[in-house]
């Protein structure tokens, strides 16, 4: 069963996995939780013929039931700690850029993406970068690739979010974070921006196109021949 958007990416299940695995420890905690300040409610409230009981809980035999709690809670912390250490191990890691790998520019603005390919060169951060800034535009990936991307903010704080990939990532002024996605579906999927960040916040919203090779060499060949001005200057 999947209440989620579908997943298309390399990791999602793995994301997916933590959700419900999370999901069970709160599940059980909010449910005890509820029990233990319900049954007291019920079991010490006056009756005929007897006054309501009224426990401080300083008592030995009482507070070791915080006790109890706070080492059950721990213990689940734990778990949860073991299990996810090896799935953040393998998103937070950059993998290293092969040949096939993308490596592109996402800068957040108030109030849209801005992607920039690597040109021809396949390098970002050289002249023959192509920078497209347009609204609603889509950013082109192949899909089956690691596209490894490093995120900015020109102003204020903003958020990432590639819901089909179970990605999500600030956008920090200031700073440059280097993430990575792996798409393995043909698809357009919605990027959107996960932080108030002004008064057109929800009209921030862009796409993946996600290609197979072929499409996106496609793409990249017509859009680095029509930026030829800023290659041949180089
Ligand atoms: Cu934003």
């Given at each position: 069963m999947t209440i989620f958007p579908e997943n298309v990416s390399t990791y999602g299940q793995e994301i997916d996995n933590l959700f419900w695995l999370i999901l069970v420890f709160a599940a059980i905690a909010f449910f005890i939780s509820l029990f233990v300040l319900l049954y007291p409610l019920i079991k010490y409230s006056s009756k005929n013929g007897k006054r309501a009981e009224y426990i401080t809980g300083e008592k030995r035999k009482h507070y070791k039931w915080i006790t109890y709690a706070l080492v059950a809670l721990l213990l689940s912390d734990f778990v949860i700690l073991y299990v996810e250490h090896d799935t953040w191990g393998n998103i937070e890691s950059v993998p290293a850029i092969s040949k096939n790998d993308v490596h592109v520019g996402i800068i957040a603005r108030q109030w849209n993406w801005i992607f920039v390919y690597p040109g021809p060169d396949g390098?970002?951060?050289?002249?023959d970068d192509v920078v497209i800034d347009s609204m609603n535009s889509s950013l082109h990936v192949p899909i089956n690739a690691n596209v490894i991307f490093e995120l900015r903010s020109t102003d204020v704080i903003h958020s990432f979010f590639l819901a089909n990939a179970r990605l999500k990532q600030d956008a920090l002024p200031g700073r440059t974070v280097m993430r990575w996605f792996n798409i393995t579906k043909p698809g357009k999927y919605d990027i959107s921006c996960t932080?108030?960040?002004?008064?057109?916040?929800?009209?921030?919203r862009n796409y993946v196109l996600a290609e197979t090779p072929e499409q996106y060499k496609h793409f990249t060949d017509s859009l680095y021949n029509a930026n030829k001005v800023v290659t041949s200057s180089k």
């Open positions: 390098v970002l951060g050289t002249r932080q108030i960040c002004g008064i057109l916040h929800s009209k921030m």
